[in-house]
């Protein structure tokens, strides 16, 4: 599985190299934060919406962040209105459709853009990771999952593979032994 080791970025809007854990994130409730927060964590950004074909994959997110969450795995969430305008709500929208469909616990960052030259600093970062097929560039749809592991390393899904998938649940694996010490694979 291809993966992108330590990404240094650099960037205009950053004074010097900054790492993908030190780009300045907004949660949904307007709290700054960052990946540094996570540092430790296995972390599974993914760009969200609550009017996507793909919108069910919201349950299966959430039963990895309870199964994996205790052991140092967190998803963090990422509405997204880019797709066909499939995220039109406001914060309080989101926040209540993914609390009351579906129990979502794991974190939930402000509405952003995935693509373009507006898009957020995380996701141009992230969009420069091949997937499994070796094709990196635009996040093709809602619910494009990026597996970012203790060492830096980040591993690129694309929408239809469910969060579940064998491939992604091996990485989250794998990032859990590197935090714990362990070999990784």
């Not at 960037?11 to 993908?20: E, I």
């Not at 949904?28 to 919406?49: F, M, P, Q, W, Y």
């Not at 390393?153 to 010490?181: C, K, M, N, W, Y």
Request: proline fraction near 8%; glycine fraction near 10%.
């Amino acid at each position: 599985m291809p993966g992108a080791a330590g990404c240094t970025c650099t960037s205009d809007a950053y004074p010097g190299p900054v790492t993908l854990r030190d780009i300045p994130l907004t949660t949904i409730d307007g709290r700054t934060t960052s990946l540094a927060e996570h540092a430790d964590k296995v972390v599974l950004v993914i760009n969200v919406a609550s009017r996507c074909g793909l919108t069910p994959q919201y349950a299966t997110l959430e039963e990895l962040q309870r199964t994996y969450g205790p052991r140092g795995f967190t998803v963090l969430g990422f509405p997204c209105n880019s797709f066909a305008g499939q995220e039109p709500g406001s914060a309080e929208k989101i926040t209540e459709f993914c609390s009351t469909t579906y129990g979502v616990t794991f974190p939930l960052m402000e509405k952003t853009k995935v693509n373009g030259r507006h898009s957020h600093p995380l996701y141009t970062e992230l969009r420069k990771v091949p997937d499994a097929s070796g094709h990196a560039g635009r996040v093709k749809w809602n619910f494009e999952k990026f597996v970012i592991l203790p060492d830096d390393s980040v591993h690129r899904f694309r929408p239809q593979t469910q969060p579940d998938d064998a491939a992604i649940v091996a990485v989250i694996e794998r990032g859990l032994a590197q935090r714990d010490g362990g070999a990784s694979a």
